[in-house]
T-cell receptor
Framework: AQKITQTQPGMFVQEKEAVTLDCTYD???????LFWYKQPSSGEMIFLIY??????QNATEGRYSLNFQKARKSANLVISASQLGDSAMYFC??????????????FGDGTTLTVKP | KAGVTQTPRYLIKTRGQQVTLSCSPI?????VSWYQQTPGQGLQFLFE???????NKGNFPGRFSGRQFSNSRSEMNVSTLELGDSALYLC???????????FGPGTRLTVT
């Protein structure tokens, strides 16, 4: 079974500073994907970034980067130059990359990020 | 490209009633997954449909069911509603050649 752990229920960061949101995972699968989503108060889940288990380089998407350490089973999200609009709940998720389980994601409990002006 | 749409956005039902929620995926996406989000249980996977067939199912009672049509639109149905079914129901679609799941805005169901 897959499990995602996000140990930071809430985080604060000053505007324009960088922040790291922690995520550790547990799985016996060899081929899996790790994802980060942002959920504003409106409720919609916004896809941010993806990292495959076989990818050797850390994924980056604009101000978002994923610090992937496979041996430690961690997939931390780094947001650079925080903006007020980054205030939201952030979820780490994983999915086995097989035909049968391609549509089934396991989510962590989330981290609420508050950006201070 | 239009995103994932869900209707209705808000719904209030009474215990014992049934409800049907609808999800239209991104054009070209054949996979549609459904999730339930509650403050106590977090995000939990309900089921996934791919090309009309249910490909995976989570640990929910049989009161929760779904289907997918040939145009990839999907519906989920909850029968005999309970207070604990109050939640945000999210659907997500993904394409055949990408791993990302794109979510809709959700349907907020309140059971009284």
């Amino acid at each position: 079974a897959q499990k995602i752990t996000q140990t930071q229920p809430g985080m604060f960061v000053q505007e324009k500073e960088a922040v790291t949101l922690d995520c550790t995972y547990d799985t016996s699968d060899q081929s899996y994907g790790l994802f980060w989503y942002k959920q504003p108060s409106s409720g919609e889940m916004i896809f941010l970034i993806y990292q495959g288990s076989y990818d050797e380089q850390n994924a980056t998407e604009g101000r978002y980067s994923l610090n992937f350490q496979k041996a430690r089973k961690s997939a931390n999200l780094v947001i650079s130059a925080s903006q007020l609009g980054d205030s939201a709940m952030y979820f780490c998720a994983m999915r086995e990359l097989t035909y049968t389980n391609a549509g089934k994601s396991t989510f962590g409990d989330g981290t609420t990020l508050t950006v201070k002006p | 490209k239009a995103g994932v749409t869900q209707t209705p956005r808000y719904l209030i039902k009474t215990r014992g009633q049934q409800v049907t929620l609808s999800c239209s995926p991104i054009s070209g996406h054949r996979s549609v997954s459904w999730y339930q989000q509650t403050p106590g249980q977090g995000l939990q996977f309900l089921f996934e449909y791919f090309s009309v067939t249910q490909r995976n199912k989570g640990n929910f009672p049989g009161r929760f069911s779904g289907r997918q049509f040939s145009n990839s639109r999907s519906e989920m149905n909850v029968s005999t509603l309970e207070l604990g079914d109050s939640a945000l129901y999210l659907c997500a679609s993904s394409g055949d050649r990408s791993y990302e799941q794109y979510f809709g805005p959700g349907t907020r169901l309140t059971v009284t």
